[in-house]
């Protein structure tokens, strides 16, 4: 079985629910790769694996840093708010002891 796709991250993954859009993921880093406890932020990136293209990465279309690094993350279409949430809703573990969403 040979590669699809790679993706260099420590991150919790998610996939979409949405199958109009099952190529994304959502990806919550979950560290720096240090060996302190401290919390130095985190990141999310949504990315997609298009299998169309050729190449072996995935392309990143959106990211933002967040005040804390990721534990977890979920993804779930929500059918009833197409209209507003058209791609679902992502809810993340933070390390802090928060959700966000």
Known sequence: ?????????????????????????????????GVGFENNGGEFKLVSMDLSDPSRGMVTLGSIKTASRFTSLAWRDVPRHHDTCPYGIIAGGMADGSVSL
């Open 1 to 33: 079985m040979s590669l699809l796709k790679e993706i260099q991250a420590n991150a919790a993954v998610a996939w979409s629910p949405v199958k109009r859009r099952a190529e994304l993921l959502a990806l919550g880093s979950k560290g720096d790769g």
